[in-house]
C-alpha cells in the first residue's frame, strides 16, 4: 500500500490538467487507480451488513452504493483544494426511505448497530437536511464511517431529498453545466434552488 503522502501527491498531480502524460504520470495514475479499488470491498461489506440489519426492520427501503468514478474524484480535488486521502465519500452507500420522520428513526436504529459493530466506526454525522449543505438546496443526512481503515459515506434521504437531487443531476447532463456547482444560466439554478 502507498503512503499517504505519495497518494496525494497522486491526487495533485492527476487533477493539474497542465501536467503532461508521463511515465510518473502513469505510476501516479495506477497508484490513485488501486487506491479508489480499496474502497470496494469495504464498501461492499458494509451494504451488505446494512442490508442484513435493514432486512429485520419494517420501513421501506431503497439502498445503493458506488464508487466515486474518477473524473469526480479529479474534479473535487481540483476545485476544493483537498488531498485525496481528505475525502470521504470516494466509497458511498445511500438509503431512501418514505419522509423524514422515516430518515429519523432509520438512523437511530442504524447508529445502534453502528455502534454495536466491531468492524465500522463512526467518525463524524451531519445533517443537512433542516438548512441544507449549502445555497445549493442539497438535502440528507450523511454519516461518515471507517471501515478496513477507508473513510465511507453513509446518506439516508427521503424519497423527495432523492428525487431533487437526481433532477439536478438529470438537468445538468441535459444542459451541459454543473447546476449543483452552481454553472449555467441564473434563472434555472434560481428555479431549483431558491427553497421559497
Known amino acids: 500500500m502507498a503512503s499517504k503522502s505519495k497518494l496525494d501527491r497522486a491526487g495533485r498531480y492527476l487533477s493539474d490538467s497542465s501536467k503532461d502524460y508521463d511515465e510518473e504520470m502513469l505510476e501516479l495514475e495506477m497508484l490513485f487507480d488501486e487506491y479508489r479499488k480499496e ?4 464498501l461492499t461489506r458494509l451494504t451488505l451488513e446494512l442490508q442484513q440489519w435493514l432486512h429485520s426492520h419494517s420501513t421501506e427501503y431503497y439502498i445503493a452504493q458506488r464508487l466515486k468514478r474518477k473524473p469526480q474524484i479529479l474534479r473535487k ?10 475525502l470521504q465519500d470516494i466509497g458511498g452507500c445511500r438509503i431512501i426511505v418514505s419522509n423524514n420522520n422515516d430518515v429519523n428513526e432509520l438512523f437511530r436504529y442504524i447508529s445502534e448497530k453502528l455502534n454495536e459493530s466491531t ?16 445555497d445549493t438546496g442539497y438535502r440528507a443526512l450523511h454519516i461518515i464511517l471507517e471501515v478496513s481503515g477507508r473513510m465511507l459515506e453513509l446518506q ?19 444542459y451541459g453545466h454543473r ?18
Open 39 to 42: 474502497h470496494l470491498e469495504p
Open 77 to 86: 480535488l481540483k476545485i476544493f483544494s483537498v488531498r485525496l486521502t481528505q
Open 119 to 134: 468492524f465500522v466506526k463512526i467518525l463524524r454525522v451531519t445533517d443537512y437536511r433542516e438548512k441544507g449543505r449549502d
Open 156 to 174: 439516508l434521504r427521503s424519497r423527495i431529498q432523492h428525487y431533487w437531487s437526481e433532477s439536478i443531476e438529470r438537468t445538468s447532463v441535459i
Open 179 to 196: 447546476l449543483k456547482e452552481k454553472e449555467g444560466d441564473p434563472l434555472i439554478i434560481e428555479y431549483l434552488f431558491d427553497p421559497g
